[in-house]
């Protein structure tokens, strides 16, 4: 896999770094990465500091995948009144598999889907904590995937062997892998493992030369995915 | 238990019902019921609709135990980016227990007890589909909660048996019960259940009459509670 190909699996996680003027580092980070990188994750922290018309704005016109990471895990009621402001400027929603079908997950895939919206659920996460409770019920886990045939899954870099395990059940999901790079897993490691995409947040939105990190972090990624069995 | 004795438990989930003007349904709903009600919960869909400074500027003034209600179930890193924001004007944050200790509710607990501010760990939720993941895993949230030890726990008014096996496991521990009225529970129920305090949204917020509202409810609920053992 060249540099390019393996930028072309990255989704920024648009989290912004502490003491940044929003408005400039995101565009800084968008404009030198747009069209490389297949696209952009969004989350609570930059709603909450730069606002829901802004991040609406920007989601609006950005290009590239647009996946929004709420993780959302409550009951469809109140998931609705949320994923409501969103709907019309994301391509994919990210919920817990958790909270389970009826009364949350079935609904809420049948009102995205009303919208053309992706629903992408959470395997299990990247933080060792993760290991204590989820990773112990991922039968059941299993159980909620199969009912629910969401479009994608999340599963960690951090704990490879769980990206294959989701590889192997469904091979017709499109797996993301957080916990590259700051979190501890190598660039291009999730990929090998199944993965098809990886998505990277401080590594490269807390660098000073977003484009000059992508291109570090994608050639240590080539040289694993060279030898990627 | 009296009319005045149950409303004093009952914490108003602060969910905006559609199509209304935000600042005066808040405004209706808190001086109707300050100081007759234990509290205040507050989520997402407030937030998003009515944004950050607004309700920061309510919660700041509010008389009355304030609960933020994000679901947190995300890496601790995101957690405190989300949790910063309302640190400083809430009494306690409710998380969920499915996300482990390590990486997440460990460090959640340590930077809130630095603000002072008490963590509720949701031990399992209201809806059906809790009961086919959440349930199911108790033992390891079990774990979680008596490594984590929080202020308090959020278990189901609409499963009280689940009530139950919190209250005689985790004695000392604050039990908030959601699933009152909208959900299908009965008022009372959950305190009958062993719960410290039963939270009510729609069957209060969305009436044109929370007052009278409160009453009704109250005046259901003691009825319940003559007869609990």
Wanted: hydrophobic residues 45%; contains cysteine.
């Amino acid at each position: 896999m060249s540099i390019e190909e393996y930028a072309s699996r990255i989704i920024v996680s648009l989290d912004p770094p502490g003491g940044v003027e929003i408005g400039e580092w995101l565009e800084r980070v968008y404009t030198s990465l747009k069209g490389l990188v297949a696209g952009w994750k969004v989350g609570w922290p930059l709603i909450l500091r730069w606002g829901v018309e802004r991040v609406r704005s920007f989601l609006a016109s950005a290009s590239g995948v647009r996946l929004l990471d709420l993780k959302l895990a409550d009951i469809y009621n109140t998931m609705r009144s949320v994923v409501d402001v969103f709907v019309d400027v994301v391509d994919a929603v990210i919920a817990h598999s958790f909270i389970g079908v009826e009364g949350a997950l079935a609904e809420l895939k049948k009102l995205l889907e009303e919208y053309g919206v992706k629903l992408v659920l959470v395997y299990t996460m990247s933080h060792p904590g993760a290991s204590e409770v989820m990773d112990q019920c991922l039968d059941r886990i299993d159980e909620v995937v199969e009912r629910v045939k969401p479009w994608g899954l999340v599963a960690p870099a951090t704990r490879p062997s769980l990206v294959s395990r989701a590889r192997r059940r469904y091979g017709d999901l499109v797996i993301f892998s957080p916990g590259v790079g700051a979190q501890g897993a190598a660039p291009g490691s999730a990929i090998c493992a199944g993965a098809d995409y990886e998505i990277i947040g401080r590594s490269i939105v807390a660098s000073p030369d977003p484009l000059r990190s992508v291109y570090g972090l994608s050639a240590s990624a080539a040289k694993i995915l060279s030898s990627c069995t």
